[in-house]
């Protein structure tokens, strides 16, 4: 392929922000929604985690007790459902995966700022 016929149709054609400036609005508003669901998701996590622990008399020490598996749950049980109350189109397979693993990182990081001395 010559590269100035490739220059030249690159710039005959529109390019998708310039042709619909708000076309990407929506997708932008759906991302920062999702993605800042599930770092308060992975703070509340953590902090139910926490919760539980003391509430058995055992201190919130060591690694980050969650899973992935159970990010996927909560991000099933709380964004795609609120996504579905706002009248969002559904939570797809990659956005689930990305919001888990979101809410993931975001609980053992506020597991970590809390973490407390393992009792002997």
Known sequence: MNRSAASEGAASAPS???ADPEGSAPTDARR?????GAV????TWAARWRT?????GRPAA???????R????QVENT????LLHRKMPPITGAERELAARTAYASARIEWRRHLE???P
């Open 16 to 18: 998708k922000p310039d």
């Open 70 to 73: 159970e990010a996927r749950i």
């Open 62 to 68: 060591g690694g980050w007790p969650g899973t992935l």
């Open 117 to 119: 001395p393992e009792t």
């Open 79 to 82: 964004l795609a459902g609120e």
């Open 40 to 43: 308060a998701l992975g703070q």
């Open 52 to 56: 539980d622990l003391h509430r058995e």
């Open 32 to 36: 920062s929604f999702l993605e800042q």
